[in-house]
């Protein structure tokens, strides 16, 4: 199965983690304000094949899992198209303004197994 961890800057995620479970993934949520910057973490913990990262500007957790665990990242998405390229070009930490789309989640799950078999 396909795990993501979500950490939304607000505490939110709820709406990505439906859609993860929904293109069955499992999804485990950051509780808690300022989660974004524990993506890295959490990924590291939960031995997670992806991580999303949402903030204003969509960057900062991504990048911070980048520097701390060497996980490739690209940040500043805005859409699900370029979570999907991203996804398509093997990045694992994933950075979205705020975007807590059950489609998010789907789609990001459903490019994950069809590049990974």
Known sequence: MT????????????HVAAGVEKAGGVAVVVPGMGADMRLGDVMNQEKA?????????GGAGAITAKNKYGYTERHSMRSVQE???????????LGFGFMDTEELGQKLVEAYKRVNG
Do not use: H, P, W, Y
């Not at 939304?8 to 709820?14: A, F, L, V």
């Not at 979570?83 to 930490?93: K, L, N, S, Y």
């Open 3 to 14: 795990k993501v961890v979500i950490a939304d800057r607000m505490g939110k995620g709820q």
């Open 49 to 57: 094949d992806i991580g999303i990262s949402f903030c204003g500007s």
């Open 83 to 93: 979570g999907v390229t991203a996804i398509e070009d093997g990045i694992q930490a």
